[in-house]
């Protein structure tokens, strides 16, 4: 930890981590000023209190509406004893200060922020805290234990003298910082677990707030891409003169993934793009059909995967068990289709490059866009913005090297703004999963082996190859080796299977996403084969997760299960640990004659440990349900001679207002560390779902999305 004072009279406190410190993080920081801290949890972000007693926490996360730029400053004045109103934020540069030690960059998802600097901030605030305490100790020349410091100012409890923060920074910041500054006990919170209101609210509500797409910059052109429709597709040659006779075009410019028009307006660039003649050569691919990459992955699945978890013999607890049971599942191809259309601005000049983006990996940005610019990463400056949307699809950074490829042949600032259609048709996709499951069940009908094999590609392997070993990708398998029930013999296998050409990427819940839909659905069809009630069935398989048995059986007692329903309506439940979060969701779904389904209501028990803005936590639970619900009852991307056929929301369709179901979230509150909420109630109700349409209809749903021609009631 490093302390200094600023030229306006602040106390500037930075952290730092040690894993990096070799690898150009001031090498002037001692190891022994962060002693007894985690050493995967070591703190990060920058710290600025001023001579005015403003407090600002610079973050390098992203924010994307998971609500990070209020639950971190909370963590941080929590500690520091200060009124939160004077609690302010920065956005952080692409920096090695600012790398998360969970995942050993700057990056932003696994909803993973505030668990990992659940410590860290907390640490910085009472380091702070402390340091400004014995700084009003040595004015007053008293002892600093007979202070304390509350509301942004320093008291001697004796004589009730009070000094504010303010006018203490400059003594301060000329202090050794404790090695290990008292934390709080969490009896003691005054902030975490307080529902409290959001800091970006305001500039959200008003119009001040500055998404990548609100960037303007003088002299900014735009420009909109148009791309081969068949994945891996080239440019064979184009006629520009139609685009060219648009007004308020200014140039027309090929890169290596298609014909960029730049124009004075979006509109002008639009109809730019329309107006070209393009020949493709569509390469191999071009007669690609989803029904081959399903055959590709069936045919996978008849052979031995790498295993990626093996408790005890299942082979053999199969052949001895009293009842077996198999299914195949299958989930397609998704796209992020985020709100905010994909977007960068790019201005690349002789002795530098400049990006505006919305990012969740600020500094991969800055990284590719030197490179493509031909520059050294310090002559490349990468501002980050607020995202409207991320889902996994802003991990990726092909927008910006588009954007700098077209900036190097353009005089000034272009930001390139993706179509919708060109959003859906070239987004890089929640990989296509194919999956062979099987149990045997005992006399009494309960599970003695599981046996669960799958075939899908892997992100990991493309966007952290070292990450992925020994044939497993960690990331792709969560959901599937780390189930809450106990079973006495279990097996899980996993195939890389890479179809041709189609990108994929991480979505928004990622292998839970796929996994709890197969596995939650599973288990309910064990129930049902044993004859037992779905929810009897799993808190039977649950007395060694206690914390599993606690949000099952309040999401069960909220939701009213075993209460009637009329005919057609019927409720499903799914249980799961994901993102270091305990779920259950209970789904009453409504199936009409003429099979069209619709959520009516979904009830959430969640035990994420310390929630520390509970009105985030809920507000996460309910975005992550309408995610889910629309992937559920809607979400495909096909292919079809090559190309995608979804294209827009009118056959892409996203969960619309009117079939938005009601959400009740209840919390389980504890002193746990947190857990992650950004994605987990994502995967945890497309299953309960699924097990609600059997409960109302008797049909079991083992492809997505729901096939409502099947749940056609007979005339």
């Not at 930075?14 to 949890?41: C, H, M, N, R, W």
Request: hydrophobic share 45%; charged share 25%; with cysteine.
């Amino acid at each position: 930890m490093r302390v200094g004072a600023t030229a306006s009279g602040g106390l500037l406190i930075s952290l730092y981590l040690p894993e990096f410190a070799k690898a150009g993080t001031d090498a002037g920081v001692l190891q022994s000023e962060i002693e007894g801290a985690l050493p995967t949890f070591a703190p990060n972000a920058f710290l600025r209190i001023g001579a005015d007693d403003r407090v600002t926490l610079i973050i390098g996360q992203s924010e994307m509406g998971q609500g990070i730029l209020t639950s971190l400053p909370m963590l941080l004045a929590e500690e520091l004893e200060v009124d939160f109103s004077t609690v302010h934020f920065e956005q952080g540069p692409a920096d090695k200060a600012f790398f998360n030690p969970n995942f050993g960059g700057q990056i932003t998802g696994g909803s993973a922020s505030v668990k990992t600097f659940y410590q860290p901030l907390r640490k910085a605030g009472a380091t702070a805290r402390e340091m400004l305490i014995e700084a009003a100790a040595q004015t007053w020349n008293v002892q600093a234990k007979d202070c304390k410091a509350e509301r942004g100012s320093v008291i001697h409890v004796a004589s009730g003298k009070r000094l504010r923060y303010g006018e203490l920074v400059e003594k301060a910041a000329k202090l050794t910082p404790p090695a290990n500054a008292p934390l709080k006990d969490p009896k003691d919170f005054k902030l975490i677990g307080k529902a409290t209101h959001r800091l970006d609210t305001s500039g959200k509500v008003n119009g001040s707030a500055v998404f990548g797409i609100d960037v303007k910059v003088p002299g900014m052109l735009i420009a909109t891409v148009l791309r081969c429709p068949v994945f891996g597709g080239k440019v064979a040659s184009f006629d520009d003169s139609k685009a060219k006779a648009v007004s308020g075009v200014r140039r027309i410019v090929q890169i290596d993934s298609g014909v960029a028009v730049v124009a004075d307006n979006f509109w002008a660039a639009k109809k730019g793009r329309e107006a070209l003649e393009v020949k493709w050569n569509e390469g191999p691919r071009a007669n690609q059909t989803s029904e081959e990459i399903t055959r590709m992955f069936a045919a996978a699945v008849e052979k031995p995967g790498a295993v990626a978890r093996k408790e005890g013999d299942v082979a053999a607890a199969l052949a001895k068990a009293a009842k077996k049971i198999e299914a195949v599942y299958e989930v397609p191809y998704l796209a992020h289709a985020t709100m905010e259309p994909m977007n960068c601005t790019a201005h690349v000049r002789k002795n530098g490059c400049e990006v505006w983006v919305g990012s969740q990996v600020i500094a991969r940005a800055q990284a590719a866009a030197a490179k493509v610019a031909g520059m050294p990463l310090d002559k490349v400056v990468v501002h980050n913005h607020l995202i409207g949307g991320g889902f996994g699809r802003r991990l990726e950074v092909d927008g910006v090297i588009r954007a700098v490829q077209i900036a190097k042949q353009v005089d000034g600032p272009v930001k390139v703004v993706w179509t919708r259609e060109e959003d859906i048709q070239h987004d890089m996709y929640r990989p296509h999963f194919f999956d062979r499951i099987s149990a045997g069940l005992d006399a009494n009908g309960m599970p003695v082996a599981w046996n669960h094999r799958f075939a899908g590609s892997s992100v990991i392997a493309r966007w952290l190859p070292p990450a992925f070993k020994d044939g497993i990708d960690g990331d792709t398998v969560e959901g599937a080796i780390d189930l809450v029930y106990t079973f006495p013999n279990f097996r899980v296998e996993y195939l890389r299977v890479e179809p041709p050409g189609i990108p994929t990427a991480f979505w928004r819940s990622v292998g839970p996403s796929h996994n709890v839909f197969v596995t939650e659905s599973f288990i309910d069809e064990l129930a049902a084969a044993a004859k037992k009630d779905p929810v009897e069935y799993r808190r039977a398989l649950l007395d060694k997760s206690p914390r599993a048995k606690a949000v099952l059986e309040l999401a069960a007692e909220k939701a009213g299960w075993g209460t009637p329903l009329p005919d057609r309506i019927g409720r499903g439940v799914s249980v799961q640990f994901a993102f270091a979060t305990y779920m259950a969701q209970v789904a009453e779904v409504e199936v009409a004659k003429d099979g069209a389904v619709r959520v009516r209501r979904v009830v959430c028990a969640v035990d994420c440990g310390t929630a520390v803005n509970p009105d985030t936590v809920r507000a996460q639970i309910q975005s992550a349900v309408m995610f889910g619900v629309t992937a559920a009852l809607h979400g495909a991307i096909t292919l079809k001679d090559g190309r995608v056929e979804q294209s827009n929301f009118h056959d892409y369709q996203i969960l619309r207002m009117n079939e938005a179901p009601a959400v009740e979230v209840h919390i389980v509150q504890n002193s746990e560390p947190p857990g992650g909420m950004g994605e987990a109630g994502t995967s945890c109700v497309v299953p309960a779902v699924t097990n609600a349409v059997f409960a109302a209809t008797g049909k079991r749903l083992r492809k997505l999305p729901i096939d409502t021609d099947a749940l056609k009631q007979s005339a």
